[in-house]
């Protein structure tokens, strides 16, 4: 059996005007939760951090990008794996480590995965804020506000 990586990428995906910066949040869909997060995604055998990236953006989004566009948050967040997931690793394995990233774009529609994802929406900081449920996505948005200023 081959378990997944305790590796894994989050890219805030994140727009601007001269009026305003908006993020793009997308929704898992129910059967895996039903809330909104930013692009996620566990790092591939033989991938980097950045390559996943990249290839979890294009997948999650239909946004193409390359790795001289992501901008390294300095961030990694540390957390433990959901029990319903634990299955998926190696015996003993119990916290995953995400790295975290952001990419700027043009604001367009995403192409959403209807099999990972039901909803997409650009939304402005506080809304992100109050609307994403996990504390390491709440983080890496953060992190992105500080370095943007």
């Known amino acids: 059996m081959s378990y997944k990586q305790p590796r894994s990428v989050q ?11 908006e993020y793009l949040l997308l929704r898992r869909v129910a059967g895996h939760g039903g809330f909104w997060q930013s692009v996620t995604g566990s790092v591939e055998e033989g991938e980097t951090h950045a390559q996943t990236a990249v290839r979890e953006v294009r997948e999650e989004t239909g946004i193409l990008c390359r790795e001289d566009e992501l901008i390294d948050l300095g961030l990694t967040n540390t957390f433990e794996i959901a029990e319903k997931w634990l299955p998926k690793y190696a015996p003993g ?6 790295v975290c990233f952001a990419l700027r774009v043009e604001k367009r529609e995403a192409r959403i995965d209807p099999s990972e994802h039901d909803a997409s929406i650009w939304v402005d900081y506080r809304s992100a804020l109050e609307m994403l449920f996990w ?15």
């Open 11 to 21: 890219v805030v995906i994140f727009t601007e005007t001269h009026a305003r910066r």
């Open 93 to 98: 394995v119990t916290h995953n480590e995400e």
């Open 135 to 149: 504390e390491s996505n709440k983080r890496a948005f953060a992190a992105l506000a500080r370095l943007l200023g």
